[in-house]
T-cell receptor, first 116, second 113 residues
Framework: AQKITQTQPGMFVQEKEAVTLDCTYDTSDPSYGLFWYKQPSSGEMIFLIYQGSYDQQNATEGRYSLNFQKARKSANLVISASQLGDSAMYFC?????????????FGKGTRLSVIA | DAGVIQSPRHEVTEMGQEVTLRCKPISGHDYLFWYRQTMMRGLELLIY????????DSGMPEDRFSAKMPNASFSTLKIQPSEPRDSAVYFC???????????FGPGTRLLVL
């Protein structure tokens, strides 16, 4: 069975600093996708970044990068140059298979607070 | 292009009443997912459809819950009768079969008194 673990219930970071949000996963399927979503206080789920299990390079999207360590089964999110607007819940999720046709399994989330 | 649309955005009802949540997926997407978010259980899948056909409804809590997708642009999630423990945020998401990403609607925040 798929499993996602986010061990940090809450994190604080100073504005303009970088922060790493941890995520480990477990699956027996060699083909899978890893995702990070942001949920601000308004409640919507915002897609941030995706990493496929066969991707050689770490995914990057603007200030977001995914530190993919396959052997360790970890997919940490790195946010560079934190902004006050980055304060939100962040969810790591996994899908077995490489296309959009299977459900996501989510971790419990990490609440990030950016301090001015 | 419009994203996933959900209605209503907020719903307050009394225990025992019927509740219907609605979702319009992104045009052209052939997969539609319903998720529920609670403090206790986090985000969990309820049911998902492919080309309007339910594929997996093992996450539907009990017979009080039902979901339909009568066409490619509309799905409903119905709770009858509703109970206070159904209070949650219900998300609809859609994706392309060959695509990587699921796109979420804004969610419906349901409160059952």
């Amino acid at each position: 069975a798929q499993k996602i673990t986010q061990t940090q219930p809450g994190m604080f970071v100073q504005e303009k600093e970088a922060v790493t949000l941890d995520c480990t996963y477990d699956t027996s399927d060699p083909s899978y996708g890893l995702f990070w979503y942001k949920q601000p206080s308004s409640g919507e789920m915002i897609f941030l970044i995706y990493q496929g299990s066969y991707d050689q390079q770490n995914a990057t999207e603007g200030r977001y990068s995914l530190n993919f360590q396959k052997a360790r089964k970890s997919a940490n999110l790195v946010i560079s140059a934190s902004q006050l607007g980055d304060s939100a819940m962040y969810f790591c999720a996994m899908r077995e298979g490489l296309s959009g046709n299977t459900p996501l399994v989510f971790g419990k989330g990490t609440r990030l607070s950016v301090i001015a | 292009d419009a994203g996933v649309i959900q209605s209503p955005r907020h719903e307050v009802t009394e225990m025992g009443q019927e509740v219907t949540l609605r979702c319009k997926p992104i045009s052209g997407h052939d997969y539609l997912f319903w998720y529920r978010q609670t403090m206790m259980r986090g985000l969990e899948l309820l049911i998902y459809f492919n080309n309007n056909v339910p594929i997996d409804d093992s996450g539907m809590p009990e017979d009080r819950f039902s979901a339909k997708m009568p066409n490619a642009s509309f799905s409903t999630l119905k709770i009858q009768p509703s109970e206070p423990r159904d209070s949650a945020v219900y998300f609809c998401a859609s994706s392309l079969a060959g695509g990587e990403t699921q796109y979420f609607g804004p969610g419906t925040r349901l409160l059952v008194l």
